[in-house]
């Protein structure tokens, strides 16, 4: 899942933390995606090393964090702008859609013309237009790890009616505490219904679709008051402390809604939720002190290139699949394993970072560019 808020290019040095976190939510989701490929790295890896691996799908989480804070750190800017909702979206429109829109091409042309399965022209329109999101057979399954980008876009069209109205940290806890308790009781109801044959791929579908994501954003919000002079008044009620422990407390009595989606491994008793608030906090930690380790121009960089990044690293894997290169050792015990399993995190990385770097060139920074121009030109007239 990528990182699709404004890109902050040359940060000033209190805000690198952002693009690193990017940087580290983006090789996070690699983990997880290069354990989906060798064939048989996993099966050696102890139950620890497993959990490591596969929590690495957290890493989308800690980008729409993220990208909430510095979606409303925009829009808090911008004020000023006479047309600032207008050239909200169009800014999110041209940061993200011209490499979606690259991704979309690719991803057709690899599955129809060199895997041999056709894609619906449905499916295509539904990409194109940001709303794959609504489509268990599609949220998915045209350019993959495309579900969070259909979260995000479903968050651009609350920001703005959001950004008004919460205001103080009081404001963000109770929404974050609302979302929570509004997407477990969808789940309760939604989950049985099984609307689909698949039912692995219904409860995958409950999971991805953008209410349930939206309280993760929620701390994004809140870690935007934390941070801001926007959120001046940091108190808290104590009716809003009774409701947010309720909520945490329903979400884990209920192990979100249905024991099946915990069987599936698509979610363990809104696990992305407590990631969510972890990630909040290192943020926070971050912006007051930045240890080089976390925060360094190499991470800053691929943090920078991310959403690039986040999109061309599966189609490396993809051709190492279908080249009979995934294995780039054979792994017969744990050691020749692990030993596989990083070299080839290794070479999809350094690959990923040189793709995405000439993308990133030439084909997000023109777009922005392009969309900054749209908008001084409208702002005149």
């Known amino acids: 899942m990528v990182d699709t808020a404004p890109v902050i290019i040359a940060p000033p040095a209190k805000l690198n933390y952002v693009n690193a976190l990017r940087g580290w939510a983006i090789l ?8 989906l490929y060798g064939s048989t790295d996993l099966h050696y890896f102890s139950p620890l090393l497993q959990t490591v691996v596969n929590q690495g799908a957290r890493g989308v989480q800690l980008f729409f964090v993220m990208s909430a804070f510095t979606l409303f750190l925009s829009m808090s800017r911008r004020k000023q702008e006479k047309h600032p909702t207008r050239n909200f979206f169009l800014r999110r429109f041209f940061r993200i859609a011209p490499m979606f829109y690259v991704g979309i091409a690719f991803y057709t042309y690899w599955f129809s013309g060199v895997m041999g399965h056709p894609v619906s022209l449905a499916k295509i329109v539904a990409s194109l237009t940001f709303l794959h999101g609504v489509n268990p057979y599609w949220i998915d399954s045209l350019v993959p790890g495309s579900w969070s980008l259909a979260a995000e876009w479903w968050f651009y069209a609350l920001a703005p009616f959001l950004m008004p109205r919460l205001t103080t ?50 701390f994004g919000i809140l870690l935007y008051l934390l941070l801001t002079k ?15 422990a309720g909520a945490v407390l329903f979400v884990l009595f209920t ?5 099946s989606l915990q069987r599936t491994g698509a979610v363990s008793e809104g696990q992305h939720y407590w990631f969510a608030g972890a990630f909040m906090l290192l943020a926070l930690g971050l912006s007051k002190h930045a240890p080089r380790l976390l925060v360094n121009p190499i991470i800053n960089y691929i943090g920078e290139i991310s959403f690039s990044f986040y ?68 702002e005149k007239n």
């Not at 309760?188 to 791929?201: D, M, R, Y």
């Not at 959120?231 to 009774?242: P, V």
């Open 28 to 35: 996070l989701v690699l983990l997880v995606h290069n354990g």
């Open 169 to 218: 940290v009081d404001k963000a806890v109770r929404f974050i505490a609302y979302t929570m308790l509004a997407a477990c009781l969808l789940s309760i109801v939604l989950t049985p219904l099984h609307a689909i044959p698949e039912q692995e791929l219904w409860y995958s579908f409950l999971f991805s679709f953008w209410s349930n994501q939206l309280p993760v954003f929620g």
């Open 230 to 244: 926007d959120g001046q008044d940091k108190s808290l009620q104590a009716t809003t402390l009774l409701l947010a």
């Open 255 to 259: 192990g979100f809604g249905n024991n």
């Open 311 to 378: 999109l061309c690293h599966f189609a490396i894997l993809f051709m190492l699949e279908r080249t009979g290169h995934s294995d780039l050792i054979h792994p017969t015990r744990m050691l020749t394993a692990l030993l596989d399993f990083s070299l080839r995190y290794v070479l999809v990385a350094i690959g990923s970072i040189l793709i995405s770097t000439a993308l990133y060139r030439l084909v997000e920074i023109p777009a922005q560019n392009l969309g900054k121009r749209l908008i001084v030109y409208l």
